[in-house]
């Protein structure tokens, strides 16, 4: 039903045979344009073994990623952010993408669950403090880490974040009513078929999508380990508990800058969730973008990147004033 394997299962490209060595630390794993010169590394949280990637130098970033993506989504941020001077860094929630896929079903992967691990991590980056830039899941992530350790965030940003209750969707309920072990039991091809059509759908640019992310998003939720992981450390955690009970607190988010960046034409988390998330944040700011679906790192990667780096220079500025 699950995967029996702990060790790694995936890298980048896809799954790995059970006899496969852990990625290197010295070696390059994958080839991801703007990011294949980057080192992946992974730490130990917990028992459980976190995949990511530094780049550049200077006051730090941490980007994010939301559900069912992985790291891979910052490629064209991450190296524009640290080319500007800023020490980024990305890396695979827990039973996502190149990190481990625990085998036991009582390892808690929801956004709730991946809050320490957040925090371990930043412990374990030397970070006392930085930029917080949140997608999707992630951004509810970061709403319970901001809430929970408002002395390590410097800023916030939250990109067509979960929240309230926002998710799941109802085409995502739909499917969940059909029972976890059903969709874990699918065939292949038909799971397969089915999240290519779902993953479309996060898209403004769907043929830029189809031609070049769309093949890698599906390997790592696809397979024998990665679609019952899909089911087990994703879907099964759709919970909007993890942030209607955080509703009370977002007031707080007040004392931190905070940015909110939305795709005017997400289907998934509709627009007029932004708004009513600005509404709730006192003093945060709100920017639509044009041409832009729910996974608005691959249509408008260049405007993500020129709003983080004018709200992380803003900051600074207005700091040495």
């Known amino acids: 039903m699950y995967p029996t394997d702990s060790r790694p299962q995936y890298e980048d490209g896809g799954p790995l045979s059970p006899s496969s060595p852990a990625p290197s630390a010295g070696i390059a794993q994958d080839s991801e344009g703007t990011q294949s010169n980057v080192i992946r590394q992974n730490a130990i949280v917990d028992g459980n073994r976190i995949s990511y990637r530094v780049f550049g130098a200077g006051m730090p970033v941490v980007l994010i990623h939301g559900t069912p993506s992985s790291s891979h989504i910052w490629r064209d941020v991450a190296p524009t952010i640290a080319t500007a001077g800023y020490r980024v860094h990305t890396y695979d929630l827990l039973g996502f993408g190149a990190s481990e896929r625990p085998w036991n079903p009582a390892v808690d992967t929801s956004v709730s669950g991946q809050v320490p691990i957040l925090q371990q991590l930043m412990a374990h980056w030397k970070i006392e403090k930085a930029h917080v830039v949140a997608h999707d899941i992630g951004g509810g992530i970061a709403q319970r880490f901001a809430l929970q350790y408002p002395e390590e965030v410097r800023s916030l940003t939250l990109i067509d974040s979960v929240s309230f209750d926002s998710w799941p969707s109802t085409r995502t309920r739909k499917q969940m009513e059909a029972g976890l072990e059903t969709l874990i039991k699918a065939p ?20 830029r999508f189809a031609a070049g992310a769309l093949d890698h998003f599906l390997n790592i939720i696809s397979g024998p380990v990665g679609q019952s992981s899909l089911f087990q450390h994703q879907v099964a955690h759709y919970d909007p508990r993890h942030t209607t009970e955080i509703v009370p607190r977002l007031t707080e988010l007040a004392d931190l800058p905070v940015q909110i960046l939305w795709g005017e034409d997400d289907t998934w988390q509709k627009s007029a969730w932004a708004d009513k998330l600005q509404s709730a944040i006192p003093h945060a700011r709100l920017h639509i973008l044009p041409e832009c679906g729910h996974f608005a790192m691959e249509d408008q990667p260049a405007a993500i990147s020129q709003y983080l780096l004018s709200f992380f220079n803003g900051l600074a500025s207005s700091n040495q004033a």
């Open 188 to 207: 292949d091809a038909a799971h397969r078929a089915h999240f290519r059509e779902w993953l479309l759908s996060a898209v403004y640019h769907k043929e």
